[in-house]
């Protein structure tokens, strides 16, 4: 099993800043997801995080809002940039599963609040 | 595309009582099921995968390839069953192997009453 942990665990921003967020793995796996989930809502992925590579982005999702970083095998950040109320959700990491059937894991998620 | 529907948005039981969520899936190829739950303050974690085809907190969902379904089923409902459902479908990429795309139901709110 995986152990994921993310910070900051909720944050209030202010229209037009940004917000980092951090998912930290207790090993090391190749895929990284980061999904949003709106409220009264599903969950949608937004890209998807390969170490050493840029991360593939889902329809309706771009880089330069949603920009990802993903420097070793254990650890990626989201930055949700230009903020705007629509961007309040609750942002998810997961890790890929190594074989086909495997469980995937998540993260506690971040709540996000855009006033 | 791929898509996951789940048309109950919300379902009330009173405990003891069999609960059925529904779940109906598109997918043109053979897909990976599975059913994660979310109980309250917890995160999100896996319930059933339609391959190990075992019960899980007595719970159990049968893949209907005909029917595109993946119901998850209990016959006799708990308070501690209630939670949000959500019904998953992942992808195998063209080498076989799947990486955890999720594509995800709406989800349904199960409350069991006492």
């Known amino acids: 099993s995986a152990v994921i942990s993310q910070k900051p665990s909720r944050d209030i921003c202010q229209r037009g800043t940004s917000l980092t967020i951090q998912c930290q793995v207790d090993?090391?796996?190749?895929?990284m997801f980061w999904y949003r989930q709106q409220p009264g809502q599903s969950l949608t992925l937004i890209a998807t995080a390969n170490q050493g590579s840029e991360a593939t982005y889902e329809s309706g999702f771009v880089i330069d809002k949603f920009p990802i970083s993903r420097p070793n095998l254990t650890f990626s950040t989201l930055t949700v940039s230009n903020m705007s109320p629509e961007d309040s959700s609750i942002y998810l990491c997961?890790?890929?599963?190594?074989?086909?059937?495997?469980?995937?894991?998540f993260g506690p998620g971040t709540r996000l609040t855009v006033l | 595309a791929q898509r996951v529907t789940q048309p109950e948005k919300l379902l009330s039981v009173f405990k003891g009582a069999p609960v059925e969520l529904k779940c109906n899936y598109s997918?043109?190829?053979?897909?990976?099921l599975f059913w994660y739950v979310q109980y309250s303050r917890q995160r999100l974690q896996l319930l059933l995968r339609?391959?190990s085809r075992e019960s899980i907190k007595g719970f159990t969902a049968d893949l209907n390839k005909g029917e595109t379904s993946f119901h998850l089923k209990k016959p006799f409902a708990q308070e501690e069953d209630s939670a949000m459902y959500y019904c998953?479908?992942?992808?195998?990429?063209?080498?076989?192997?799947?990486?955890?795309?999720?594509?995800f139901g709406q989800g349904t709110i199960l409350t069991v009453h006492p």
């Open positions: 997918y043109s190829g053979s897909p990976e």
């Open positions: 997961s890790v890929g599963a190594k074989f086909t059937y495997n469980e995937q894991f």
């Open positions: 339609h391959i």
């Open positions: 090993s090391q796996v190749t895929m």
């Open positions: 998953a479908l992942r992808v195998s990429n063209a080498g076989g192997t799947s990486y955890g795309k999720l594509t």
